[in-house]
């Protein structure tokens, strides 16, 4: 299995990091990483990882630039990708197909291939803009997975929130995260 994971500079650049961390549990899985410049940037104020740190948590890591890249050919077979956090510029750049940069040519390259492409997007409030581009990327085939808030499982930290975002997203690829805590639905006493 092959995934292709991106990394764009909205906040929330330690989902991007958690999801490396839950894919490189499974050994058939094979990581191909992409960092945006504004990543990078939001790097040195959210989280205490250099940048190699969050590179060595992939099995290949590309240039932002690098068009000739395996991964910009849709004869490269992935399984899909993950833009986590996905910035409102990344979203527009997906909907309008405007391939400028590696992953949004990564994004174009599974769409037309009919390949997974998982959005996690970070901005709130969204704005009537960001809401027709999320609208346009389902349209187009893209699963919108935003970071929502979940308390059925009764979280008691951040990163349980974390954890439950990623196994979504790990579901999304038919594979198992023992950090996430799935809705086992209420029994006649009213129990769960």
């Not at 699963?143 to 979504?168: A, E, R």
Request: negative net charge; contains cysteine; proline residues 4%.
């Amino acid at each position: 299995m092959r995934i292709i994971v991106g990394i764009t500079g909205a906040s929330g650049v330690i989902l991007g990091v958690n999801l490396l961390k839950a894919l490189s549990e499974h050994p058939e899985c094979e990581t191909h990483l992409i960092i945006t410049e504004g990543a990078r940037r939001t790097f040195q104020y959210e989280i205490d990882l250099k940048l190699e740190d969050v590179v060595s948590l992939a099995d290949y890591y590309y240039d932002i630039n690098n068009l000739a890249a395996t991964i910009s050919s849709g004869s490269f077979k992935t399984d899909g990708m993950v833009i986590i956090p996905c910035s409102m510029k990344t979203l527009s750049g997906v909907v309008t197909g405007y391939t400028d940069n590696l992953l949004l040519r990564a994004a174009d390259v599974c769409l037309k291939e009919r390949r997974r492409v998982i959005l996690v997007p970070r901005e709130l409030p969204l704005n009537s803009i960001h809401l027709k581009n999320l609208s346009a990327a389902a349209e187009h085939g893209c699963v919108i997975l935003p970071p929502m808030l979940t308390f059925y499982n009764n979280p008691s930290s951040i990163q349980d929130m974390i954890d439950h975002l990623v196994g979504k997203i790990m579901m999304q690829f038919d594979l198992e995260f023992k950090g996430f805590v799935p809705w086992r639905g209420v029994k006649e006493d009213g129990q769960t």
